[in-house]
């Protein structure tokens, strides 16, 4: 399951972190600046999933991404054909 997560770097974590213990999946990364409270770092959303589910994911985000990308075709279509 997603959850919201930081860390205390100014450098951006991978997409995708694989160890023999499990996965990482990061996304919708936010960059922010540092302050008087708080350094540089960044904010996102991270799934940490066994390799099995990795395999799951990876094949679902396939789907979903051609899915997606036929729905764009689409919307051009009409849009253009107006």
Known sequence: ???RASNG???KPPEVSIDASGVIVTRNYKHI???EEMPEHWEYDEWQMTHEQYEVYQQMKAENDD???ALIELAELVVGGE
Do not use: K, R, V
């Open 67 to 69: 899915l997606t990308d």
């Open 33 to 35: 600046e540092a302050t």
């Open 9 to 11: 770097e100014s450098q």
């Open 1 to 3: 399951m997603w959850t």
